[in-house]
């Protein structure tokens, strides 16, 4: 009797390593802001992200993200953070401090402008760097050479005004803290197919280079 509880006993630790092992161990966020802007934008972006990393990457991301708020100290738990929308954006004086404490101490803000948004957020993100600005990457910077090549940059998911699209970022200590993607509706590409109803491959660039970002992040 007493070995057979000991072999269910080494059994048991066994399965459950196994499942640690498999658990995802890593959770990302979106962030929720004031201002009336709809941080809640795309919401099937992240998920699909996620499963194509996970596919692709070998990454070990939890499939459901979480959601965040700008002033809170549970963004310090997540690696990386997402931000979308079409409208208006808020942070009180708190809200910046504390997005700044969390890039400062390690974590990674991407900005996607879902067409609309780009006015509001370029002076929020002021707020939080007051002494930085805002520089377009240029197209060798490593974000753009993870696994998958853009020699060229950002792709164009959506087009609106006739631009090209751009990537900026905030520089902190040598360090990309946060990638703002403008004019490339980057997020949208995400989504499932018939939202947006764009074609595969340009979902699959999209998904590509929201890989990269990712990798990035993770590597760093």
Known sequence: MKSIFFLLFIFFIKLTTLYSQVEPSIKIALLKYRGGGDWYADPTALPNLIEFCNNNLGTNIHPEHDVVEAGSQDIFNYPFVHMTGHGNVVFSEQEALNLRRYLIGGGFLHVDDNYGM??????????????????????????????????????????????????????????????????????????????????????LKALKMGANIIQYVFNR
């Open 118 to 203: 780009d006015p509001f957020v370029r002076p929020q993100m002021q707020k939080i760097f007051p002494e930085l600005e805002m520089v377009e990457l240029p197209f060798d910077y490593p974000i753009y050479h993870q696994k998958y090549k853009f020699p060229n940059g950002l792709p164009k998911i959506h087009e609106h005004d006739g631009k090209p699209p751009q990537g900026f970022g905030y520089i902190w200590e040598g360090r990309l803290v946060i990638f703002y993607t403008y004019e490339t509706d980057l997020s949208d590409g995400w989504e499932d197919a018939e939202v947006h109803g764009n074609p595969e491959e340009i979902r």
